[in-house]
């Protein structure tokens, strides 16, 4: 790190004085701005650092279960993918996935993974998450490009809706930061939740429409598996590459509603938690 570097996150490492504010979580938040940055950074190098493979482990992931899917779920199965190209349909959601699965691991572990911080040094403990959730999007940005040539390859036609890919990043990283805070603080009080968590990622691949369409259910089941955020999420991700394709506004709808439940309700919990986290982590 150079000296410029340093002095500026030490800076940013200075205690914020909220002067009462309504608005202090937010100021505090951009007053430690470089702190959340060079956290960011510092989980992108970590994730690549003696690593041989490098990138290509963003691709490698999802191609291989794509691959698998295509196989054993579109040959064997024959389950229905709308008329999308098999490939298309489980590659564009597991993109999407993929980065929900492995980053909400690596939240919910920001806590206890980073005790030296939180026993030495004072920041907003909401940080640590939020970086984890903004290092996984490298991943998902380089699996991104690779999926225009699935797109060539089968000649999709692109319109307008496409520029909704990169912008449905956002929802996908509020889902993400929602649950993933709750469960890193959950996880400093009750260290046995981080077994929990692969188990509960298993299952809920099977709950969310990555392996087949919504389309496949009766219109009176689609109210409960919208009640999964990512349901709505994912829809409008395989929508954004067919915009032939129609959307279910009734299971994106309820969606939102979910996130925009489960978001301050993380957070809540959070804040709520974060008080005792350097007597116990």
């Not at 190209?85 to 920001?110: C, D, E, G, H, K």
Request: glycine content about 6%.
């Amino acid at each position: 790190m150079t000296a410029s570097s340093s002095s500026g996150l030490d800076r940013s490492l200075q205690p914020f004085d909220s002067r009462d504010s309504r608005f202090a979580p937010i100021l505090e938040l951009w007053a430690y701005r470089e702190l959340f940055l060079f956290l960011a950074w510092r989980d992108i190098k970590v994730r690549y650092k003696q690593s041989v493979l490098g990138i290509l482990w963003a691709i490698l992931q999802p191609f291989c279960t794509m691959v698998i899917f295509t196989f054993v779920f579109g040959q064997l199965a024959n389950i229905p993918t709308d008329g999308i190209p098999r490939p298309v349909f489980y590659f564009s959601a597991l993109l999407p996935w993929t980065y929900f699965s492995s980053t909400l691991n690596s939240v919910s572990m920001s806590l206890v993974g980073n005790a030296n911080l939180l026993t030495k040094i004072y920041f907003p403990r909401i940080i640590l998450p939020a970086a984890a959730c903004l290092s996984g999007l490298v991943d998902f940005f380089i699996g991104s490009v690779f999926l225009t040539g699935f797109i060539l390859y089968y000649r999709m036609p692109v319109g307008w809706s496409l520029l909704l890919w990169p912008l449905l990043a956002i929802p996908l990283v509020l889902i993400t930061f929602a649950a993933g805070s709750f469960l890193a603080a959950l996880n400093v009080k009750y260290r046995d939740v981080k077994h929990a968590i692969p188990f509960a990622i298993q299952l809920g691949l099977f709950l969310t429409p990555v392996i087949y369409p919504t389309s496949i259910f009766p219109e009176a089941y689609r109210g409960l598996l919208a009640l999964n955020p990512l349901t709505g999420v994912i829809e409008l991700f395989r929508f954004s590459l067919v915009s032939t394709q129609e959307i279910h506004w009734e299971t994106t709808l309820v969606s939102i509603a979910v996130l925009l439940i489960m978001l301050p309700g993380g957070i809540w919990y959070f804040w709520r938690a974060e008080r005792s986290f350097a007597d116990i982590v």
